[in-house]
């Protein structure tokens, strides 16, 4: 099988799977890597195991992808996800989770989550993220936002899910920046930080 002759075509990716089991995780990527598909997904890691768990599998299953192929985790969208997918060769991502939790009035802020729809945001009038340059941080206030959840206003959950994509879209941005300046852990660490993640022992990452 050759896949990606036609540039034409849509992208094919072949996913990974085996749980968390190594052999089967290699087992399964060797065959795909021999179909020479145009990329490569990691699936079987968003269906309910911790984040040590997901990361220990990506640790010995990323290295057998090809590194001039796309690889990309599925079903994956937490910031702390993100980017400690990136440190272990991921390339894409997608997930459900910003528009999900946006739907409930929750907002993900360089100062941790923010859940608008709550009492105390009533007459909050600052932007969701002062932090953030997105339409909606520039165009109106948490306490306005809530309102709009409270009056049943669909208006409220775009701009809540307009807000946490932007901010998924430009934590990737400083990411790339970071990789390029050769200190992405420095990042992760600062970030971690200001988000309220704890920061694990960088061995243990």
């Known amino acids: 099988m050759n896949a990606h002759r036609n540039p034409d075509w849509q992208g094919l990716f072949g996913i990974v799977q085996g749980a968390g089991y190594e052999e089967l995780r290699r087992q399964s990527a060797n065959d795909l890597v021999s179909m020479d598909f145009p990329g490569y997904s990691i699936g ?4 309910g195991e911790s984040k040590a768990e997901m990361n220990q599998v990506l640790e010995f299953t990323t290295p ?6 796309p690889r990309y985790l599925m079903g994956v969208g937490s910031p702390d996800s993100l980017i400690d997918g990136v440190m272990r060769g991921i390339d894409m991502f997608d997930c459900v989770l910003p528009t999900r939790i946006a739907r409930r009035g929750t907002c993900m802020t360089s100062h941790g989550r923010v859940t608008v729809k709550n009492a105390q945001y009533e007459r909050d009038f600052s932007p969701i993220d002062d932090n953030c340059d997105c339409y909606a941080c520039r165009n109106y206030t948490r306490a ?5 959840f409270k009056a049943d206003e669909s208006f409220g959950l775009r701009l809540t899910s307009y807000h946490n994509l932007y901010f998924l879209l430009h934590l990737m941005k400083q990411v790339r920046q970071a990789i ?8 992760r660490e600062n970030f971690f930080e200001a988000y309220g993640y704890n920061v694990p022992n960088p061995k243990n990452f």
Do not use: A, C, Q, W
């Open 180 to 187: 390029m300046d050769d200190n992405l852990l420095e990042f």
């Open 64 to 69: 057998m992808l090809p590194t001039n192929k």
């Open 144 to 148: 306005y936002i809530r309102h709009l």
């Open 44 to 47: 079987g890691l968003s269906v």
